[in-house]
């Protein structure tokens, strides 16, 4: 079945550090979503990518999808301890309805 | 309108006993799903509903779990003669049809067995 590979499990940061987020799929995907989840709350929506190579920003944070459609990233510059919490992301698979969430990223920012 | 609600948000019952979870997902969302996320871990699929399609329930860890939907609306999930190693946060999320709509997730039940 389709497997979501999402690195690294924790990150520790200090406050103005940059941060990166990886997802690796064991298969093509038709589209990605990733999701944030703040301490104690739920996850929230951030961002879709459906093209191939395509890459979104909002405000500090850049999305990536690779070209295959197989990996993704999220990037954010000048972390800020508003960026506190679990960065997840939500693979669908092309040409069905399964979806596998990774496993998530810690981020922790040290002020 | 109201996003999805869960109830209830807490809830803590002894090994052996039943419980069930209910989740009102957001009016019009033909979608529901069921994770658990364990403390500090990521979010486990256990359940799916999309319409009135039978249910994808390949993530469910044991027979003694189940989860129905009544109406295309709400939906229960139950877990019979409860372990310790049940204890975590069950989440229900809703999404409009087709797998390019976000979830939309309710605030979780914290289950507890002692």
């Known amino acids: 079945g389709q497997q979501v590979m999402q690195i690294p499990q924790y990150q520790h940061v200090q406050e103005g550090e940059d941060f990166t987020t990886y997802c690796n799929s064991s298969t093509t995907l038709s589209n990605i979503q990733w999701y944030k989840q703040r301490p104690g709350g739920h996850p929230v929506f951030l961002i879709q990518l459906v093209k191939s190579g395509e890459v979104k920003k909002q405000k500090r944070l850049t999305f990536q999808f690779g070209e295959a459609k197989k990996n993704s990233s999220l990037h954010i510059t000048a972390t800020q301890t508003t960026d506190v919490g679990t960065y997840f992301c939500?693979?669908?698979?092309?040409?069905?309805?399964?979806?596998?969430f990774g496993k998530g990223t810690k981020l922790s920012v040290i002020p | 309108g109201a996003g999805v609600s869960q109830s209830p948000s807490n809830k803590v019952t002894e090994k052996g006993k039943d419980v069930e979870l209910r989740c009102d997902p957001i009016s019009g969302h033909t979608a529901l799903y069921w994770y658990r996320q364990s403390l500090g871990q990521g979010l486990e699929f256990l359940i799916y509903f999309q319409g009135n399609s039978a249910p994808d329930k390949s993530g469910l860890p044991s027979d003694r779990f189940s989860a129905e939907r009544t109406g295309g609306s709400v939906s229960t999930l139950t877990i019979q003669r409860t372990q310790q190693e049940d204890s975590a946060v069950y989440l229900c999320?809703?999404?409009?049809?087709?797998?390019?709509?976000?979830?939309?997730f309710g605030p979780g039940t914290r289950l507890t067995v002692l």
């Open positions: 999320a809703s999404r409009e049809r087709g797998n390019y709509n976000e979830q939309f």
């Open positions: 939500l693979g669908s698979g092309a040409g069905s309805y399964q979806l596998t």
